[in-house]
């Protein structure tokens, strides 16, 4: 199976996983359920739950064993973006060519749909499923909330909103970006490992790979704010920038921010060489990140 | 030990516990850890903690055990004040008498404080501590998300939202203050149920109890709404009548509020007789309740 297919079988099988844990269409408070799953189901590439299936696959584990924790960190992810898009944060009205959560329905319904798919993410985790013990789950739901929490994404999210037009040192910035996208990146191949009950050696590597992917991940899209149009990003273009952002492309300029992207990748898939037997993690790496630049 | 000094001491060592599980106030980011410090020791009056505690030990259990949870119901309470008192949401400038979060910080901080909070409640929960196995901490984050999610707190937050200035039914109005209010509390009573390993039908009679209990908490909190002056609530008098909110009080008068108000706290009592042979929880509801009329 080409790698292109593989993600796309991953891919759907993420979303009728995330159809089927999702309240339907009919339930109530509706437009609560309602402003939930227009963010959830918006089209987004579910590149966090892929991370969490390749990294139980490369462990040797079951793609039902990582399921829910695939679901959970994207609920993670579609909670920080509704969230992020916020007046009082970035004040975005497009998302992925839609409008933002809160500009198809209001600021306080965009607020409860964040607050509940934050927390539907630890019921999910919670929830009996397949051969996870539940030292397992409880280990899960440890690593989710700390790599959500204040010293993990929303600690990242606070220091970007805070530096925002200022002049950013290089550590503050590696510290939003390690933060507001690494530290769910490198939670995914975690999640993923313990799903498929990885020695403790394996769960190391697939960190470090994380770490790695997770800091490229957020360059890239640094780079991609700069050099793509408006309806490639579905977003508007040279947004971060004309905020006055902290980037690493405003830091170090488009080439030097290239080299750093490529290396990172190089260097990600040497810490992950001896998990990833069949290069599934590597070849993701390539895709989900150099293909874009 | 007289009631009072009960809870003094309950509330004390909540305190402390709090305070020992928080980050300090030396910690990075600063402005998002102080917001969520600022909130959460604004003087609250634990009730939902203390709830916790009490429930444990009627049904034999150990305060330390019972502590973690006792602490993320806190937290979970804290969090949902911080977004409810947002300006989409009930744009209030003062709670507790002190400046709301929002307005003595800015509103992403707010935002922020308070997914940070929801988030670190599941993180206490998936701490290992005590006696506790991991089989009854993924239980709590099971009972814990789906009182605080979109069939619970926020559920109930969302339709109150919606029926602003709105001609409020009956079946609407206890949908609203069984999930907004009765979810958490309820919660409090199974998660110190948990915490003491108590049998099926213990956890049964002290979740009936917190289901009249959380309710007759609702009803009591309208009926101060009305009759109590600005400097006792630590909230403007007669905010939430103003605001066209659907209360008990406008859709049953002052007099039949009290009277449920009193037979809830009575069904309440008799519903855990069995189990709170001391009677410590059948006091804390008239403390909390009655006592307040």
Chains 1, 2 share one sequence.
Do not use: N
Request: proline share 3%; glycine share 8%.
């Amino acid at each position: 199976m080409s790698l292109g297919s593989f993600l796309d079988a991953q891919r759907q099988a993420v979303d009728e996983a995330l159809e089927a844990c999702m309240p339907g269409e009919d339930s109530y408070p509706a437009r609560l359920v309602a402003a939930m799953r227009y963010s959830l189901f918006a089209g987004g590439k579910r590149i966090r739950p892929v991370l969490v299936m390749a990294a139980a696959q490369a462990a040797g584990g079951k793609a039902t064993d990582a399921m829910p924790a695939a679901c959970a960190v994207e609920l993670v992810h579609t909670y920080s973006l509704i969230h992020d898009d916020l007046p009082a944060m970035d004040d975005d009205d497009f998302r992925r060519g839609r409008p933002t959560c809160h500009r198809a329905f209001d600021e306080a319904t965009a607020i409860l749909a964040g607050d509940a798919l934050l927390t539907m993410a630890f019921e999910l985790l919670s929830l009996p499923s397949g051969r996870i013990t539940p030292a397992t789950r409880i280990r899960m739901v440890e690593e989710l909330s700390r790599a959500a929490g204040w010293r993990g994404m929303v600690g990242g999210q606070q220091v970007d909103m805070e530096s925002e037009g200022a002049a950013v040192e290089l550590p503050v910035l590696e510290y939003i970006h390690t933060h507001k996208t690494g530290a769910m990146i490198r939670c995914c191949l975690i999640l993923g490992g313990l799903s498929a009950g990885a020695s403790r050696a394996t769960l190391r590597a697939l960190t470090r790979f994380g770490e790695k992917v997770g800091l490229a991940f957020q360059i890239v899209d640094d780079i991609l704010d700069v050099t793509s149009t408006t309806e490639e990003m579905g977003k508007d273009q040279g947004s971060d920038a004309r905020r006055g952002k902290a980037t690493y492309t405003a830091l170090f300029g488009l080439d030097e921010a290239r080299r750093r992207a490529v290396e990172l990748v190089e260097d990600a898939r040497t810490e992950v060489a001896k998990v990833d037997s069949k290069g599934i993690l590597g070849q993701i790496a390539d895709y989900i990140l150099l293909r874009r630049l």
